[in-house]
Structure formats: structure tokens, C-alpha cells
């Protein structure tokens, strides 16, 4: 299936401090690929991700416990795609990530979540140790707080060593309090710290698709599966009510703008620069190119747009202040 000829040229970001370009959407496997979509499945999203001019494949050695790593791995092998021309990342925390990707090395790779129970400067040491055998380019962190990150660092720093350059956190209109305060002042220059954020769409409440109520084909019906039955026990009917009540509100600008409300989420991440890609998930072509219109969409936002946005979602959090 051949790309669209009306969609946008794809934008690539620096990731945080480094050279690295990394483009504003990405491809990730969770929940997808080695798990409910099939070889075929994979391979075809992925052709299209890349010929759409996507460079950055997101991975991790928990997903569809390592077949994601396995059968992604086997994509870029079976197109005989330049490895240089890839950002390969994967994450590592409950298992061993390079025992099973057939690839030679992966160019981020991120502590998924952080072992208190290990020092910091060990954790450091590690890290380090991946890039000095050649099994990885840069190193960054997923979902750690802000204090841990200026802690890894400032161990970094103090050994001569490599610290973390870039975090992955769950980002999208409903959560933002991580991004936009949390991690604020890791954001700014000379600290640079590069997002590679996940998560989008809220797991595709932002799509609207559930206004109607939850359809038996969709991902939040499949109650079987460890993630969904995790995601109902944390969050009630009521929550989950309410936030697809909020983005309901959010459908009469999507039809202003021209857009599907999954579009114009996507659009509403691009739009904060310091995010240096959004990491989606697809399971068939199409879906790869209606993502990749939020790259056109997001320069369409203005101050006035975002202002509506905020209204109706109010959650956005206090402005960090520079100077008193």
C-alpha cells in the first residue's frame, strides 16, 4: 500500500543537548507488535511508517514479553533498511533486552523504570557500561521523577561519565502535570533533557471513539488482557466517564479545524517544543498516516486554539515562574 501524496514531510527534532534527529512521530510496539498484530501486521506498519519518513522505532524487552523487540528486529532486517539511517531505542528494567533483538546495537536505550533498591551511581555505572561495549549510543530514563534524573547527573558529572539525555514519560491532554512542572526545569537549556513521550492518545479515550460507550472490538472491552484488567482496577467507571466526557467537548474544534480528534491530540503534543517525539502505536498503514497529520496540524494551532484547548480541558498546570 503506497503512502498518501498528500501528506506532510516529516519533522525531525534534536534530541535534548545531542545532534541527534530524531522524527517528531515515531512507531513504538507496545501492545501491538509480537503481540495482537501478527509478522505481516508489523512489517507492513513499519514499511509504512518508513516511507512516510519516520527514523525513530520504539521498543522494550517487557512488550509481548520480547517478541515486540524480535519481530521489529526482523522488519528492518527483511527491508534491508540502512542502519544508520534508524533511531532503534528499547528499554530495559525486568529483563534483558539484548538477548533476544537481532540487531547488533540499539541507539537509546532507557532504564524503563529506576531500582531504588540500587544506588544511583551504580545505576550510572551500568548505563555507561552498555555504550562502552557498543551495545547502545546515548542512555535515558522512563518515567522517573525529576529529582532522580538531576541525581544520575550530577553522579554522571562527578565520574567523568555519561548521564541520562533524555526521559520518556506518559504525556497527552489528560496528563500533563509530569511534563509542563514535574520536569520543567530539566527542560531548559544548558539541561536540554530530550522527551520521547508516550502514550498520545490516553490509550485512544483522546480519539473519541468512546462517546457512544466502549465498543466490544475495542482495546478497553479486551478485559483479558493484564494491561486492560490493571487500567479498570485503577480507574473507575466515573473516572473514565469523565474524561471521555472532557474530550467529547473537544470534538466541535476537531470539526472546525478539519480534523479527527486523535489528529488533533497528536497536533496538541507536537506543539510543546520540548518534545522531541511522539511515540504511537498503529496496527494497520492507515494508521500510521493519519498520524502522521498531526505534523501539518500542529503548526495550525495558535495561542487561541491552545487557550480553547486548556479551557475545556482545565488541567493545565501553574506556569513555572522565572524570576519573582
Not at 84 to 96: C, E, F, H, M, R
Not at 133 to 145: I, V
Not at 288 to 295: F, I, S
Request: net charge negative.
Amino acid at each position: 500500500m503506497s503512502p498518501p501524496t498528500d501528506l506532510p514531510e516529516m519533522e525531525y527534532r534534536f534530541l535534548g543537548r545531542s545532534g541527534l534527529q530524531v522524527s517528531a512521530i515515531s512507531l513504538g510496539g507496545w501492545l501491538t507488535y509480537g503481540g495482537h498484530v501478527d509478522r505481516e501486521g508489523t512489517y507492513a506498519c513499519m514499511k509504512a511508517a518508513y516511507d512516510v519518513g519516520v527514523n525513530f522505532f520504539d521498543c522494550a524487552e517487557v512488550y509481548a514479553r520480547g517478541e515486540s523487540e524480535r519481530v521489529m528486529g526482523e522488519a528492518i532486517k527483511k527491508f534491508g533498511w540502512q542502519r544508520n539511517d534508524l533511531v532503534i531505542s528499547t528499554k530495559i528494567y525486568w529483563g534483558s533486552a539484548f538477548s533476544t533483538r537481532p540487531l547488533d546495537y540499539v541507539d537509546l536505550i532507557y532504564a524503563h523504570r529506576l531500582d531504588r533498591n540500587t544506588s544511583m551511581e551504580e545505576t550510572v555505572r551500568a548505563f555507561n557500561h552498555l555504550i562502552d561495549t557498543g551495545k547502545a549510543l546515548y542512555w535515558g530514563t522512563s518515567e522517573w521523577d525529576a529529582d532522580e534524573i538531576a541525581e544520575a547527573r550530577h553522579y554522571a558529572d562527578k565520574l567523568n561519565l555519561i548521564g541520562p539525555l533524555m526521559e520518556q514519560p506518559r504525556y497527552n491532554m489528560l496528563e500533563r502535570l509530569r511534563v509542563e512542572s514535574t520536569l520543567a526545569h530539566l527542560l531548559r537549556s544548558p539541561q536540554s533533557l530530550g522527551l520521547t513521550i508516550f502514550s498520545p492518545l490516553r490509550q485512544g479515550i483522546l480519539s473519541g471513539k468512546y462517546k457512544s460507550g466502549i465498543p466490544p472490538d475495542s482495546r478497553f472491552a479486551q478485559t483479558q488482557l493484564e494491561f486492560i484488567s490493571g487500567f479498570w482496577k485503577r480507574t473507575g467507571q466515573d473516572e473514565f466517564q469523565a474524561m471521555v466526557d472532557t474530550v467529547s467537548k473537544l470534538e466541535p474544534i476537531a470539526e472546525r479545524l478539519g480534523v479527527k480528534q486523535s489528529v488533533l491530540a497528536l497536533a496538541w503534543v507536537l506543539a510543546n517544543k520540548h518534545v522531541s517525539s511522539a511515540i504511537t502505536g498503529a496496527s494497520s498503514p492507515e494508521q500510521v498516516y493519519e498520524n502522521v497529520e498531526a505534523v501539518r496540524m500542529y503548526k495550525l494551532l495558535t495561542e487561541e486554539v491552545l487557550g480553547e484547548i486548556d479551557e475545556i480541558l482545565g488541567n493545565k498546570p501553574p506556569a513555572v515562574v522565572m524570576r519573582f
